[in-house]
């Protein structure tokens, strides 16, 4: 049965994206969006190992004047395969000039049709970007808070560069993810949650297509029910 409701809420997205291309023109070309499709080793969220078994993972886009709307989903493979989750979010951001860079600001809201508990979630955050010896450096800091299942409270802080060899774009990035009242065997904690080192590389393909590979290593703390974590994997994505 879930395979079955997530395949037709991926069908009502890609409605949703065709209509919105077909409009573009009507719209003044204001219109972008994407998909992409990701083979990954296993699912980790936020540290968390959510299964080990390898993972498609499918995204879904479209913007128009700020607003994202936005659909993600995950096949798990192997005995028992299923899609296991599908999310649905709305993201607004608005890019301001500061100094020598951008400052983005966004705000937003996630629904995670997953297994029980399905959950929802606020977020809010900014961002800083500004090429520094022809270098882009980024950093950001995002704060999610659980409405429904958790009442917990998430912030992510990183920091990530962007650097061109040729036709290859290396990214590697450093993650900080600290929770406030995460349930961890029925005991709310607050604390450091994960440190996570990432590294992808993207390159050109034909058109508007991109391929990607990347890796990532969560460093997780015991207490908050975490082990580290290596994953991995690569895909292709499409944006217009």
């Known amino acids: 049965?879930?395979?079955?409701?997530?395949?037709?809420?991926?069908?009502?997205?890609?409605?949703?994206?065709?209509?919105?291309?077909?409009?573009?023109?009507?719209?003044?070309?204001?219109?972008?969006?994407?998909?992409s499709v990701d083979v990954m080793s296993k699912y980790v969220w936020r540290g968390q190992k959510i299964h080990n078994k390898v993972a498609v993972q499918n995204n879904l886009k479209l913007s128009y004047k700020g607003v994202t709307v936005d659909f993600w989903s995950d096949y798990r493979t192997g005995e028992g395969s299923e899609m296991d989750e599908v999310d649905f979010s709305v993201d607004y951001t608005k890019s301001l000039k500061l100094g020598a860079g951008e400052l983005s600001l966004s705000g937003g809201y996630i629904y995670y049709d997953t297994a029980p508990p399905k959950t929802q979630e606020f977020y809010g955050g900014a961002k800083y970007k500004q090429t520094v010896v022809n270098v882009p450096l980024s950093l950001g800091v995002k704060v999610y808070r659980d409405i429904d299942a958790f009442s917990s409270t998430y912030v992510k802080s990183s920091v990530g560069v962007d650097y061109s060899i040729k036709k290859f774009t290396l990214s590697p990035s450093l993650t900080f993810g600290y929770y406030i009242d995460k349930d961890v065997n029925n005991q709310k904690k607050t604390g450091r949650n994960n440190v996570e080192l990432g590294l992808d590389v993207s390159f050109p393909l034909v058109d508007k297509f991109k391929g990607h590979i990347l890796?990532?290593?969560?460093?997780?703390?015991?207490?908050?029910?975490?082990?580290?974590?290596?994953?991995g994997g690569a895909g292709v994505s499409f944006e217009f």
């Open 1 to 35: 049965m879930r395979n079955l409701k997530g395949i037709k809420k991926l069908g009502v997205l890609a409605t949703v994206a065709v209509f919105g291309l077909a409009s573009a023109p009507a719209w003044g070309g204001e219109v972008s969006g994407g998909f």
């Open 215 to 231: 890796g990532a290593y969560s460093i997780g703390n015991e207490d908050m029910g975490l082990d580290n974590e290596f994953y």
